[in-house]
C-alpha cells in the first residue's frame, strides 16, 4: 500500500515562499546597508566641501595663523543639525570657533588629505571634518588645522527615508512575485495530474506506453513509467510462458506415472509387482528431475533483470561446486583437475544464477560425458574470463549445438527430462553479456566454454592447477 505524503504542490510552494521571503531579507539588509553609505558619503562630502572652504581662507601673517570663516561654509550643511568648529595653528592653540571643541588630531595623517571620523561632542554624535593647511613655519609640524563637525541627524533621517521606501518597494514586489509563482508551480504541476488520470482511466490489462505529450521535465518519469510497464508485460508473458511450458511438460510423465500405478494395483504376482515398483520408481525420479529443470528455468529468467549484480570469484565458485558434486561420485575413478590463476578472477554477476549454470555443466559432463576424466579450466581472454569445462566423453555433435540453447529441445534415447540444462546455461549467460561455446579439444575431448566479461583489468597472472580426484 502506498502512503499518502505531503502535497507536493504545498512543498515546493512553501520552499519557494522560503526562498524568496531569504532573498528579500537579503535584499533589505543590502539595500539599508547600501542607503546608510550612500547617505554617510553624500553627507561626508558636504561636510569636507565646508571644511576646505575654511581652510581655504586661512593664512600665515605677521608670525601668526589667521582665519576668515566664510558663511557659505556653513550654508552647505544641513540646518536641522548642530554645526561645530575650531581652527588651530602649528602650535596647537585655538585661532577661532569653539574653545570646548577640541577632538583628538591625527597630525601624522594631515598630509593624506581631509579625514571624515565619527566622535561626541556634548554628549551627540558628531561627524568631524578635519583638513589640514600647511603653514610656512618652521618645525616639526606646520599644519594650521580646521575642524568642523555636524550632528547626525539629517544623515540618518535620510537614510532611514531611504531605505523604507525602498523596502516597501521589495515587499510589494515581492508579494506579486510569490502569486505569479505559486500560479505558475500549480499550472506547471498540471501535467503529472494528467498522467495520473489517464493510470485510473486504463484498463488493468494494458500495458501499453503512454503516448501522450509532457513537457520535458517529466519525460523521463514517462519513460521510467513505460520502461517498468514493458518490464511488467514481459513477466507477465514470462510466467504464462512458464505455466504453459509446465503444464505440456508435466503432462505426459504424471499421465504415465498415473498408468504404472494404475497397472501396480493390477499386479497379482510378487515378479510383476516389483517390476511395475521399478518402473515406477524411474517415473518418480525422472518427473523430479523434469520439476527441479522447471523451476530453475523459471528462477533464472526471473533473476536476469531483477537482481543486483555482486562481484564474484569465478575460481571459488567453481571449486565449491566440484567439490559438492563430486561428492556424490566418489565410487567413480576419474581423473578430475581445476587450472586457474592464483589470483580471483573476479566478475560481477548473480552467483545463484551463475552457480547454476557451473552446477548444470558439470551435472551433464558427470551423467553423458565423463568417463575417465574431467577437467575446469579458468584463464584470462582480453576483457574477459573463460571458463571450461572438457570431459573425454562422445559431447554433443555439432550439428545439434545450436538446437540445445533452446528449451525443450528433442533429445537422443539416452538423456531424459525436459533438456533444459544447457538452455539454463545459455540464458545465464546472456543475462551476464557473455556467450557459450561448445568445442573439441586435444584428443577429440568435448569441451563446453562460458566466457564471461571481467570486472578488473589486471594482467593474467601465474596459474596453478589442483588435482582434486
Same mark, same amino acid.
Given at each position: ?11 515546493? *510552494?512553501?520552499? &519557494?515562499?522560503?526562498?524568496?521571503? =531569504?532573498?528579500? +531579507? @537579503?535584499?533589505?539588509?543590502?539595500? $539599508? #546597508? /547600501? ?123 535620510? *537614510?532611514?527615508? &531611504?531605505?523604507?521606501?525602498?523596502? =516597501?518597494?521589495? +515587499? @510589494?514586489?515581492?508579494?506579486?512575485? $510569490? #502569486? /505569479? ?132 570469484? =569465478? ?155
Amino acid at each position: 500500500m502506498t502512503l499518502l505524503g505531503g502535497s507536493l504542490y504545498t512543498r515546493l *510552494a512553501l520552499r &519557494l515562499a522560503l526562498v524568496l521571503t =531569504l532573498s528579500g +531579507v @537579503v535584499l533589505l539588509i543590502a539595500i $539599508v #546597508l /547600501a542607503t546608510r553609505l550612500a547617505a554617510n558619503d553624500a553627507y561626508d562630502r558636504i561636510l569636507t566641501g565646508s571644511a576646505l572652504q575654511i581652510a581655504e581662507n586661512t593664512w600665515y601673517q605677521n608670525g601668526s595663523v589667521n582665519v576668515d570663516v566664510p558663511i557659505s561654509a556653513f550654508s552647505m550643511l544641513t540646518a536641522n543639525d548642530q554645526v561645530f568648529y575650531a581652527v588651530v595653528d602649528p602650535a596647537g592653540r585655538l585661532v577661532a570657533g569653539d574653545a570646548d571643541f577640541k577632538p583628538d588630531i591625527p597630525w601624522d595623517k594631515l598630509a593624506e588629505g581631509p579625514l571624515v571620523v565619527q566622535g561626541s561632542y556634548l554628549e551627540l554624535p558628531v561627524s568631524i571634518a578635519i583638513v589640514g593647511r600647511r603653514m610656512p613655519v618652521a618645525g616639526p609640524n606646520p599644519w594650521a588645522v580646521v575642524m568642523l563637525a555636524q550632528t547626525n541627524n539629517a544623515r540618518a533621517s535620510f *537614510a532611514g527615508n &531611504l531605505g523604507s521606501n525602498a523596502s =516597501l518597494v521589495i +515587499v @510589494v514586489t515581492g508579494l506579486l512575485t $510569490v #502569486l /505569479a509563482a505559486l500560479f505558475t508551480l500549480y499550472q506547471a504541476l498540471a501535467p503529472l495530474k494528467q498522467i495520473g488520470d489517464t493510470m485510473q482511466r486504463r484498463d488493468p490489462h494494458d500495458l501499453s506506453p503512454l503516448t501522450q505529450q509532457v513537457p520535458a521535465e517529466i519525460h523521463a518519469l514517462v519513460d521510467s513509467i513505460n520502461e517498468f510497464m514493458r518490464r511488467l508485460a514481459e513477466h507477465r508473458a514470462l510466467m504464462r510462458g512458464v505455466i504453459g511450458d509446465a503444464a505440456h511438460q508435466l503432462r505426459t510423465p504424471v499421465a504415465a506415472l498415473l498408468s504404472q500405478m494404475e497397472l501396480l494395483a493390477m499386479q497379482a504376482d510378487d515378479e510383476g509387482r516389483a517390476r511395475h515398483l521399478q518402473r515406477l520408481g524411474e517415473l518418480t525420479q525422472r518427473l523430479g528431475e523434469l520439476v527441479n529443470q522447471l523451476i530453475n528455468h523459471a528462477m533464472v529468467q526471473h533473476r536476469a533483470d531483477s537482481v543486483a549484480m555482486e562481484r564474484i570469484d =569465478l575460481v571459488d565458485l567453481a571449486r565449491q561446486e566440484m567439490t559438492e558434486m563430486l561428492s556424490h561420485q566418489a565410487q567413480r575413478n576419474l581423473d578430475i583437475a581445476l587450472d586457474a590463476p592464483q589470483a580471483p578472477c573476479l566478475i560481477d554477476g548473480d552467483p545463484v544464477t551463475v552457480r547454476e549454470a557451473v552446477r548444470n555443466l558439470l551435472d551433464n559432463a558427470l551423467k553423458y560425458g565423463a568417463r575417465s576424466l574431467l577437467h575446469i579450466g579458468i584463464r584470462r581472454a582480453g576483457a574477459g574470463w573463460e571458463l571450461s569445462v572438457e570431459d573425454d566423453g562422445p559431447g554433443l555433435a555439432e550439428a545439434h549445438w545450436e538446437r540445445v540453447r533452446k528449451p525443450f529441445s528433442a533429445r537422443d534415447g539416452q538423456r531424459h527430462g525436459a533438456s533444459l540444462g544447457l538452455s539454463i546455461v545459455a540464458e545465464v549467460m546472456r543475462a551476464h553479456r557473455g556467450e557459450m561455446r561448445f568445442g573439441r579439444g586435444t584428443q577429440q575431448r568435448f569441451s563446453v566454454t562460458l566466457r564471461f566479461p571481467a570486472a578488473d583489468s589486471a594482467a593474467q597472472r601465474p596459474g596453478i592447477t589442483e588435482k582434486l580426484g
